[in-house]
């Protein structure tokens, strides 16, 4: 007598929420290459997921990848692209969307990514310190956090949010702090949003309020310089930039928005040619307004017309007038969208 067939194996995956896991490679994608020194990156966003124990039983996960870079080599185009990506992937039935990538700039990206996205379900960020190849390699950890967070309710209406060595940051406040350290992400002035234990996310705050996204237009993103006011600066770096066809400068400042005296008055021309924020070089804080009244203090910053980039870091701040210019026609509309979005930090 013939024994009945089995059963086909159960399939999990259309009862699991749908997540888009979006490759960019840096090191969370890196190990040895033929005919290379040092690792590169070359595991695919599909190869990632595969080595994650215990990810198919969290959410039915779609891999593919958009770029294969190291960190230090992504753009503002990269960025858009990415962005257009994730929002078909939503589109589909996607709940959230991972994004996996070189930690080198990616406080900038998530950064950028916040300011551009205008969806609901979330955008998670992640990547490793250490390489796929290395003992200890933290990526498969941080993936699985990361796709945690993105099937979460209570990730919902936050933009994008970075998730690193268990635990969730806000995109506008996440730095990286250390050049080695698995846990090299910070969040300076506010803390971490919540942590991951177990794969379940646990905010601590609820989500705040989301402001229109930026929308670049066509074309190149505009040029924006950074510089940093240094001890015995005279103004010469500052007076090459302005000649130099930029469309936006930030400065970072020292202490609470203090630069050398001989710094004021190419500041000066500067604002007369393009947007000029100023933020603090410290790393965390904001800048004061009329507490100090010396040659080159905040109250000089202030009145010559350079723009409060609040809470942001350097970098941070640079990535918004960025958005800014190429979102707006026009330096009044870009310094509007500038000052908005730069005062919710």
Not at 301 to 316: E, F, S
């Amino acid at each position: 007598m013939d024994r009945p067939a089995a059963p086909p194996p159960f399939d999990r995956r259309g009862l699991l929420p749908r997540v888009g896991v979006l490759g960019l490679g840096g090191t969370i994608a890196m190990g040895p290459v033929a005919d290379h020194e040092g690792v590169a990156p070359h595991l695919t966003a599909a190869a990632l997921v595969a080595a994650v124990p215990g990810l198919d039983e969290i959410a039915d996960v779609a891999a593919e990848s958009v770029r294969m870079l190291p960190g230090a080599s992504l753009g503002f185009a990269d960025v858009v692209a990415l962005v257009e990506t994730a929002r078909a992937r939503v589109d589909a039935g996607a709940r959230g969307i991972v994004v996996t990538q070189g930690t080198d700039s990616l406080e900038e990206t998530a950064y950028a990514f916040d300011l551009l996205w205008d969806r609901p379900e979330p955008l998670v960020v992640t990547g490793a310190m250490r390489p796929a190849s290395a003992a200890g390699a933290d990526g498969p950890a941080n993936l699985l956090a990361a796709v945690a967070v993105a099937v979460a309710p209570d990730a919902r209406q936050r933009g994008c949010l970075v998730v690193f060595a268990g635990q969730i940051f806000s995109a506008s406040d996440v730095v990286k702090a250390h050049s080695t350290s698995p846990s090299a992400f910070r969040s300076p002035n506010t803390g971490p949003l919540g942590s991951v234990d177990e794969a379940v996310p646990r905010f601590t705050t609820p989500p705040g309020e989301r402001l229109p996204p930026l929308e670049p237009s066509g074309g190149e993103p505009p040029s924006v310089a950074l510089v940093t006011a240094l001890l015995g600066d005279s103004g010469r770096q500052l007076e090459a930039i302005a000649d130099a066809g930029f469309q936006g400068l930030v400065l970072a400042a020292m202490g609470a928005g203090h630069v050398p005296a001989l710094l004021v008055g190419p500041l000066a021309d500067a604002v007369t040619r393009m947007p000029v924020v100023a933020t603090t070089r410290t790393g965390s804080g904001r800048l004061l307004h009329e507490t100090y009244g010396f040659p080159g203090s905040e109250r000089d910053l202030h009145r010559i017309g350079l723009l409060d980039g609040g809470a942001l870091a350097p970098v941070k701040a640079r990535v918004l007038l960025t958005l800014a210019l190429w979102s707006e026609p026009d330096r009044a509309g870009a310094e509007s969208r500038f000052r908005l979005h730069a005062s919710a930090v």
